[in-house]
């Protein structure tokens, strides 16, 4: 994105009152968010949200997100591909299992075909100056300059944020570099495809062949087959999503019978990795949790309407919306509320045998979905480390990535990647929260067994309901888009 001088004063000039009024607020405790925001903090977020719900075309949204900045610095990439395989019916085959094993029957899809799948290998270096170029070599020599920085064996398999339309691994290399120097290891960022182009499943899809590509390197691949105990799942946001849903998939093979997954010729078996680290995952597609709204002034996301219809919709181009038309950018309205989509619809049960999980979270829109997932998977018998950070928005600590609580955030995601990886991750559930205005952090512990007092009854009704009004916007659509093209052709 440009962030040239000219740039940011189009984007703050007609903002300035804004900004100029919550400069004065803030500090005389008066502003919305003084009692828990600092003013660095709520400017940020005002700020952010003014522009995030500018609307804009998709075509337009998806290109300035996507543009590659360039490496150089201490951050090193190697960029590889990983061919589409022949025997493409295994990985297929075992989403539709699992989607069809977990779902109602009412749900529809289209199962996407198998296509080449991008990933970058990320780690940092140690004593490159920060604008030094990056090496003029081919991949395979960036992949060995890349691990001789890499001192563990942990393997971070992340998946960038941006609400599954948005963004890409260019956009979150510093993110990722920085895990990597933190636990020593090295990160492969998943360039999956986006929708609208590509509903879900295309998405799970993807983020499978990345797994089983580090399980069982195809020929030709630059990195030895890599241990599912050395592999732990994390992404921001929809990263998170997927991170969570990819580990629902293959605790859902398992409970199948599904025992490998045939993957360029070879059976590979289907294992969990060492732990999941998501930060401010996006664990509920429909968005029907209570503070999605009540915290809405703390976060720069806009809430949706009562009935789930986004505010700053983009505007109609060849992108969106989808033919034939969808009520959700990413999937069609009757998958919602499928575990696959929407992980806060899964029981407590669906969690049995999972690895680790740790999880980041502010007093941000997502709040409420990340503590009850979370809670749920520790009555599944998981053992969750969750932490959250008063009145921190979402994915905070890629916001202001120097501010003491952000670098406590990736020290304790770091710290736990590496002690799952080591075997000495938790063994039991805790959670804590950071109190805002301490210096020195001072977290609270909680009762993992009282995170949340939304019952799980609430939580089913409230998602259904959402899931309703979208497939009800979706018929509407489609009525209208059937009409139309009838009367083109006559």
Request: glycine residues 6%; contains cysteine.
């Amino acid at each position: 994105m440009d962030i040239s001088p000219k740039a940011l004063i189009r984007l703050l000039l007609p903002r300035l009152p804004l900004l100029l009024r919550t400069a004065v607020l803030n500090p005389l405790s008066l502003s919305p968010n003084s009692s828990k925001q600092d003013l660095q903090t709520e400017i940020t977020v005002v700020i952010l949200r003014s522009i995030l719900s500018t609307r804009k075309t998709m075509g337009y949204l998806q290109h300035i997100s996507l543009k590659d900045p360039g490496v150089k610095g201490p951050i090193s990439i190697a960029k590889v591909t990983i061919p589409p395989p022949s025997d493409q019916d295994g990985p297929r085959y075992a989403i539709a299992k699992a989607i069809l094993h977990l779902g109602d029957g009412s749900e529809t899809y289209t199962l996407p075909e198998i296509e080449a799948v991008q990933a970058e290998w990320t780690s940092r270096r140690e004593g490159v100056a920060k604008n030094e170029p990056r090496p003029d070599v081919p991949e395979e020599d960036q992949y060995r300059i890349l691990m001789a920085g890499v001192s563990s064996k942990t393997t971070i398999l992340y998946f960038h944020g941006g609400a599954y339309f948005l963004c890409d691994p260019c956009t979150h290399r510093e993110t990722v570099s920085q895990l990597a120097k933190l636990t020593g290891g090295r990160g492969y960022s998943v360039r999956y495809r986006l929708a609208p182009q590509n509903p879900f499943p295309a998405q799970l899809l993807d983020a499978l062949i990345a797994y089983l590509s580090l399980l069982s390197p195809p020929k030709g691949s630059f990195h030895e087959p890599v241990s599912a105990e050395h592999i732990v799942f994390a992404g921001d946001s929809a990263g998170g999503n997927l991170a969570v849903v990819l580990l629902q998939l293959l605790l859902t093979l398992q409970r199948t019978g599904l025992r490998s997954i045939k993957f360029h010729g070879v059976d590979v078996p289907v294992q969990v990795p060492a732990g999941i680290a998501p930060n401010s995952a996006w664990a509920d597609i429909s968005r029907s949790m209570p503070s999605i709204h009540s915290n809405a002034h703390f976060d720069y996301l806009d809430p949706p309407t009562a009935e789930g219809v986004a505010k700053a919709d983009p505007i109609p181009d060849d992108l969106w919306p989808a033919r034939p038309p969808r009520a959700e950018i990413f999937c069609n309205a009757s998958m919602m509320a499928h575990p696959l989509v929407s992980p806060l619809a899964a029981p407590p049960d669906l969690w049995k045998g999972m690895p680790p999980a740790w999880f980041c979270l502010g007093n941000e829109g997502l709040e409420d979905e990340i503590t009850i997932l979370a809670r749920r998977m520790h009555e599944g018998g998981g053992s969750v480390h969750f932490v959250g950070y008063e009145g921190m928005p979402h994915c905070f600590a890629m916001v202001f990535p120097t501010t003491t609580k952000s670098k406590d955030c990736f020290d304790r995601q770091a710290k736990f990647i590496t002690d799952v990886v080591n075997g000495t991750g938790p063994k039991s559930s805790e959670a804590v929260w950071v109190k805002a205005f301490t210096n020195p952090l001072e977290p609270r512990q909680l009762d993992f067994e009282h995170l949340s007092t939304i019952t799980d009854e609430a939580v089913s009704e409230a998602i259904e309901k959402m899931r309703n009004h979208a497939i009800r916007r979706e018929q509407e659509a489609l009525q209208k888009w059937n009409e139309q093209r009838s009367r083109a052709k006559l």
